[in-house]
């Protein structure tokens, strides 16, 4: 069972940056692809970007040139730099794990964290 914790939630004013962090226990961490989402209030939870074991990184469109996924392998941890925060980014963010390929939908990952709230003020 993997546990993965995130942190690095807040509120900022537009134009703003936050960096997301989540701390998984397994230490197979590297063999996983990791992803984040996000879930706005009435609206369904949505991908935002990924990594595979590999280091390769995928985003949706809304999110290109201005978040950044990585993982730090010898520390088993994820993170997702986020510049230039509009509040259509509003919403609560989710660290997500599942062996092999990366996926971009929600109920292809095994192993999900508790969520971040992230208020991007306008």
């Known amino acids: 069972q993997v546990q993965l914790i995130e942190s690095g939630g807040g509120l900022v004013q537009a134009g703003g940056s936050l960096r997301l962090s989540c701390a998984a226990s397994?230490?197979?961490?590297?063999?996983?692809?990791m992803a984040w989402f996000r879930q706005a209030p009435g609206k369904e939870r949505e991908f935002v970007a990924a990594?595979?074991?590999?280091?390769?990184?995928y985003y949706t469109d809304s999110v290109k040139g201005r978040f950044t996924i990585s993982r730090d392998n010898a520390k088993n941890t994820v993170y997702l730099q986020m510049n230039s925060l509009k509040p259509e980014d509003t919403a609560v963010y989710y660290c997500?794990?599942?062996?092999?390929?990366?996926?971009?939908?929600?109920?292809?990952?095994?192993?999900w964290g508790q969520g971040t709230q992230v208020t991007v003020s306008s």
């Open positions: 997500a794990a599942r062996t092999g390929a990366v996926r971009n939908l929600f109920h292809e990952y095994d192993y």
């Open positions: 397994e230490r197979t961490f590297w063999n996983y692809a």
């Open positions: 990594i595979s074991w590999s280091g390769n990184t």
